[in-house]
């Protein structure tokens, strides 16, 4: 299996700009989590999905961000309109189950906002 | 207010010796915990795990032990290699599903001399 797969890899944008993450799960991976790393918050958990179905969403900072999973094999994080502070590494992770010690993490994205 | 600090960023140790990292945590509801590995540029990945009702787990080279009463946990790497130079995040959960929350520490980078 090729693991998570994250795309883009990296972006740069501008203040503003709406800016869209991407995310295919591990297959037959039933929960989906999109995190977020930055230096002053470290590794915090923002939304997760259960198939397909958003369950938690409390770590969602603003409005500004949204996240779906139109089927189980792709989801997206998108900020609108993103500002310079949402500048991070955003990970998605895959796991069976709901496990966290069967949770693959994807490569992740960084996020530039200039 | 940080439920899961790793207070040192950073440890060198030389190939071979052992490793030591150590995690503190605040919450009495965790009874779950992780420690992550984490290479540049990709995402982490789950190293080794420990529930509150043991005090010690292993798995090769790796071995974590939990101080309930100090809320105290450790991640004891022996031999250390220069393959274990990482960057290195210990999580903690009121359980292992994903209805618990996962708090990760702010990592604590490792450097393996050969």
């Known amino acids: 299996d090729a693991g998570v797969i994250q795309s883009p890899r990296h972006e740069v944008t501008e203040m503003g700009q709406e800016v869209t993450l991407r995310c295919k799960p591990i297959?037959?991976?039933?929960?989906l989590f999109w995190y977020r790393q930055t230096m002053m918050r470290g590794l915090e958990l923002l939304i997760y999905?259960?198939?397909?179905?958003?369950?938690?969403d409390s770590g969602m900072p603003e409005d500004r961000f949204s996240a779906k999973m139109p089927n189980a094999s792709f989801s997206t994080l998108k900020i609108q309109p993103s500002e310079p502070r949402d500048s991070a590494v955003y990970f998605c992770a895959s796991s069976l189950a709901g496990g966290w010690d069967t949770q693959y993490f994807g490569p992740g994205t960084r996020l530039t906002v200039l | 207010d940080q439920q899961v600090k790793q207070n040192s960023p950073s440890l060198s140790v030389q190939e071979g010796r052992i490793s030591i990292l150590n995690c503190d945590y605040t919450n009495s509801m965790f009874d779950y915990f992780l420690w992550y590995k984490k290479y540049p540029a990709e995402g982490p990945t789950f190293l080794i795990s420990i529930s509150s009702i043991k005090d010690k787990n292993e798995d090769g080279r790796f071995t974590v032990f939990l101080n309930k009463s100090a809320k105290h946990l450790s991640l004891h790497i022996v031999p250390s290699q220069p393959g274990d130079s990482a960057v290195y995040f210990c999580a903690a959960s009121a359980g292992n599903n994903a209805g618990n929350m996962l708090t990760f520490g702010g990592g604590t980078r490792l450097m393996v001399k050969p």
């Open positions: 999905f259960n198939n397909n179905v958003p369950i938690d």
């Open positions: 297959s037959g991976h039933d929960y």
